[in-house]
């Protein structure tokens, strides 16, 4: 009777656990675009201008701090989820559910971001910015779902024995 041991050197899942970092390091970039909009851009600023022209400057800064400190939250609550997702393939623990609940919630608020409507404004957040913000994470993301429902190689060769 002879024992068959093998000693696994590689990663289990190493294209989920890559479109996970690129996806949690994107995702940095969606927190600093509503920043960047602030101090450089002010597309924001002229958003609230256009559906509030009665305002005053303050009342605009307030309404357009709001706007972007609302989306520095949503895109650090996405980092984090990012970050657990990658946590749950490095542990292999749960990771189909992991990776497919987080996309489908993360999808649902970004396209909540895009759309919703309030008062004056069409949407709450410029079209550009909300779009964008959709769109980075969305490759990576879904890369990520469908590298958490393939087996891995080795999975699948033992289920072929």
């Known amino acids: 009777m002879t024992v068959h041991t093998e000693i696994r050197t590689?990663?289990?899942r190493p294209n989920l656990v890559q479109a996970l970092t690129i996806g949690a390091c994107l995702q940095i970039l969606c927190i600093?675009?509503?920043l960047l909009d602030v101090w450089l851009i002010g597309s924001i600023e002229q958003h609230?201008?256009?559906a509030?022209?009665?305002w005053g400057p303050d009342n605009v800064n307030l309404d357009r701090n709001a706007i972007a400190g609302y989306l520095v939250i949503v895109g650090v609550l996405g980092l984090a989820g990012w970050l657990g997702a990658l946590w749950s393939a490095k542990k292999d623990v749960a990771v189909r559910a992991v990776v497919t609940t987080l996309f489908v919630v993360g999808t649902c608020v970004l396209l909540f971001d895009v759309g919703?409507?309030?008062e004056h404004y069409d949407p709450i957040v410029p079209l550009w910015l909300g779009?964008?913000?959709?769109v980075i994470p969305l490759l990576p993301g879904i890369t990520a779902?469908?590298?958490a429902w393939v087996l891995p190689p080795t999975e699948r060769a033992d289920r072929h024995d």
């Open 10 to 12: 590689t990663k289990r």
């Open 32 to 34: 600093a675009l509503p």
């Open 48 to 50: 609230v201008q256009n």
């Open 52 to 54: 509030y022209p009665e």
């Open 116 to 118: 919703y409507a309030g």
């Open 131 to 134: 779009v964008t913000l959709l």
């Open 145 to 147: 779902v469908m590298a």
